[in-house]
């Protein structure tokens, strides 16, 4: 079976003057659809920039990312928007929330320019937000609600359009171990029960072994692979 996310030789070469900096050097591994992953390391590691790569927001120096057997640089960069609103969700560390609509208007612009012919299904987007706890919150704007509230909200504005991949980078990196907690666990539901693949970044060792598979990253390498729990943590401690 053809994985859904591929990485080869995937190098990324940041230019500061004459000065070059690597990011990524030669990364490969592949992600089966299906698959919750979690990427770890340290700051400086590599992997927000490799989350930018396999999200087609930025360009390689060389190597290639595939999505679903398509490589990302043989798209121009219409194709490449179209990618990504098609088949990928992308959940970040700053929530991104547009301040003057409510939440329901944020979840369901992610929608409307997905550029999909027909309409929302209500009944879905039903679930969702009650999959995520937040209902009785789509009538509030982000000021009116908590950090784990506007991160559940980015979570269903990553999800509505019912995304092959999720990427989420640091979704916990704002939050306190309750929401964190929270918002793994949602996380793995997306995984589970939406069969949505998920790849998180994360510098957490013990948020990331919520995962099936951990890639540990240093220095713009990945230096070591480990089996996760597959499970969110059974106590708060545990993801913080």
């Not at 409307?112 to 027909?118: A, K, L, N, Q, Y």
């Not at 964190?180 to 790849?199: F, I, Y």
Request: glycine content about 10%; hydrophobic content about 40%; overall charge neutral.
């Amino acid at each position: 079976m053809q994985p859904i996310i591929r990485a080869e030789d995937l190098t990324k070469v940041y230019h500061t003057g004459k000065i070059e900096v690597p990011a990524l050097r030669n990364v490969s591994f592949s992600i089966e659809a299906g698959e919750f992953v979690s990427i770890v390391g340290p700051s400086g590691s590599g992997k927000s920039t490799l989350f930018y790569l396999l999200g087609g927001l930025t360009r390689a120096t060389s190597g290639k990312v595939e999505i679903g057997g398509v490589d990302f640089a043989a798209l121009d960069d219409a194709e490449r928007t179209k990618m990504r609103r098609s088949k990928i969700g992308f959940v970040f560390q700053k929530f991104n929330l547009l301040p003057t609509l409510t939440a329901r208007d944020n979840i369901e612009i992610a929608y409307e320019i997905s550029g999909r012919r027909e309409p929302l299904n209500s009944g879905y987007l039903s679930q969702l937000t009650d999959m995520l706890g937040i209902t009785g919150r789509l009538d509030h704007r982000p000021s009116e609600m908590s950090g784990g509230e506007q991160q559940r909200v980015a979570i269903a504005r990553a999800m509505v359009t019912h995304p092959a991949i999720v990427l989420a980078d640091e979704p916990t990196g704002n939050l306190d171990s309750k929401n964190s907690e929270a918002v793994l666990a949602m996380l793995l539901r997306s995984n589970r029960e939406l069969k949505q693949t998920v790849l998180m970044i994360t510098h957490n060792p013990e948020a990331a072994a919520i995962g099936d598979r951990i890639l540990q990253m240093r220095d713009g390498e990945i230096v070591g692979i480990e089996a996760g729990s597959g499970k969110a943590g059974a106590s708060r401690e545990a993801v913080i």
